[in-house]
């Protein structure tokens, strides 16, 4: 598996507009091949949000960001309340899901 972490940086007033631009990725990411898991995460202590995806693979990712949808959702320079912005991604070596 494949993880690739958008890493951003928000001002804490911006925070929920961010959270609201993304208010629809789950259900999109759900039909994009490869991918396993959608999450947006938002730290409570500074103003650090970060896009998580979670991918079959290396190859699913990398279609997925040559995609015309990737494109679309991407294509909006200027709106983003983000400050900055770091892409992280890891191999996964371990895993377990629990389901409660």
Not at 16 to 33: I, L, T
Not at 47 to 55: F, L, N, R, S
Request: proline share 4%.
């Amino acid at each position: 598996m494949y993880v690739v972490m958008n890493v951003l940086q928000v001002p804490a007033e911006m925070k929920n507009r961010m959270a609201d631009m993304f208010g629809n990725s789950s259900e999109r990411m759900r039909q994009v091949p490869g991918c396993l898991e959608f999450q947006f995460l938002s730290s409570k202590e500074d103003g650090k949000q970060v896009v998580y995806t979670k991918w079959d693979n290396e190859a699913s990712f990398k279609t997925w960001t040559e995609s015309e949808n990737f494109k679309r959702a991407h294509s909006h320079p200027g709106q983003s309340p983000a400050t900055e912005s770091q892409i992280e991604i890891f191999e996964v070596i371990h895993s377990a899901a629990y389901e409660k």
